[in-house]
């Protein structure tokens, strides 16, 4: 599977570059006064960056995951459910992502609450994709990790900008966020060329669940491999399961296992012990953005960041 995102030819990178420096140089003090109120909602970290970078000053943007939670699990306060329901726009990944925040998403759609499930209108690959294989969830269930492909993100900005200016049209919401497209699409070029150093026998992931599919198709990666099965963090391998991991990873040659930020490593750094060779144990920023210092505060240096730990540990 292919996925063929909005083009961005030179010309019309140039062009709309040139007009966002415009923009910001011509601005007067006044800009502000007549900023919308709209406020948006986005459910994660992620979501919340991209959003952002659209709306500006232009509005009012919460997020309710705070920085290093798993999306997987994470459960609303009353207090963010009421900020659901006054919100002009609520931004989700869907694809059973939020799966702690689900009955509460499907509640508030229900009472009237402007919700867009971004997912769904990306394109997703199926779980197994990248190995050729159905996962854990069933052979329908789609891969809801799809910030790890800057290309989805910079269409998924276009689609948030179009929602955006159903709701208020007397702000230039494509022009800020087609600038930001630009930008992801400059970064998809850096990480091709981040990975460049990795050959093509060495492009093989194991991961601590289903996250990296996504960055698998787009750079010539195959999954091979998950200490988690499926898609979800909330999954219990048993120890048949693991004994199988460690036995893939010592046939494959294997050098190292990707985890995350947002979860122990506790069974990947057992699997690495069984298995012996100096197999590296490495943390990659997945469900959530990095803490300040980090690198990772943005997604696009979340996106950088990852690039450089897998590149420096299969090259």
């Known amino acids: ?46 979501l919340g960056d991209i959003v952002e970078n659209i709306v500006g000053d232009n509005g009012t943007v919460e997020v309710l995951l705070p920085v290093g939670a798993d999306p997987h699990d994470y459960q609303a306060s009353s207090q963010q459910i009421a900020l659901i329901q006054k919100a002009d726009l609520v931004i ?18 229900a009472d009237g609450a402007n919700v867009l499930e971004i997912g769904e209108l990306l394109n997703p690959i199926p779980f197994g994709f990248n190995i050729g294989e159905e996962s854990a969830d069933g052979p329908a269930s789609d891969d809801p990790h799809i910030w790890l492909d800057p290309q989805r993100m910079a269409d998924a900005s276009l689609i948030i900008a179009r929602e955006l200016e159903a709701i208020d049209a007397s702000v230039d ?9 630009l930008e992801l699409m400059a970064t998809d070029a850096e990480i091709s060329e981040i990975l460049s150093v990795v050959p093509e026998s060495d492009r093989r992931l194991v ?19 998950t ?55 490495v943390d990659l920023y ?30």
């Open 207 to 225: 991961a601590n669940h289903g996250v990296l599919g996504y960055f698998a198709e787009r750079y010539g990666f195959a999954v091979i491999g």
């Open 286 to 315: 997945t469900g959530s953005l990095g803490e300040p210092g980090s690198g990772a505060e943005t997604l696009i240096g979340l996106l950088l960041t990852n690039a450089r730990l897998i590149a420096e540990a299969l090259s």
């Open 92 to 109: 989700a990944n869907g694809l059973f992502l939020e799966e702690g925040l689900l009955d509460m998403l499907a509640t508030a759609a």
């Open 1 to 46: 599977m292919t996925y063929h995102p909005i083009r961005y030819p030179l010309r019309m990178a140039i062009a709309v570059l040139s007009i966002a420096l415009v923009t910001a140089a011509c601005g007067d003090s006044g800009a502000n006064e007549s900023a919308s109120t709209l406020t948006v909602v986005a459910t994660t970290t992620i």
């Open 173 to 181: 919401w494509a022009t800020s966020a087609d600038s930001y497209a």
């Open 227 to 281: 200490v988690i099965p499926g898609g979800s963090t909330m999954g219990d391998p048993s120890s048949a399961e693991l004994a199988e991991l460690v036995d893939l990873i010592e046939t494959e040659n294997v050098s190292a296992i990707f985890t995350e930020t947002s979860e122990p490593a506790a069974l990947a750094d057992a699997v690495a012990a069984e298995v012996g060779n100096d197999v590296k144990v």
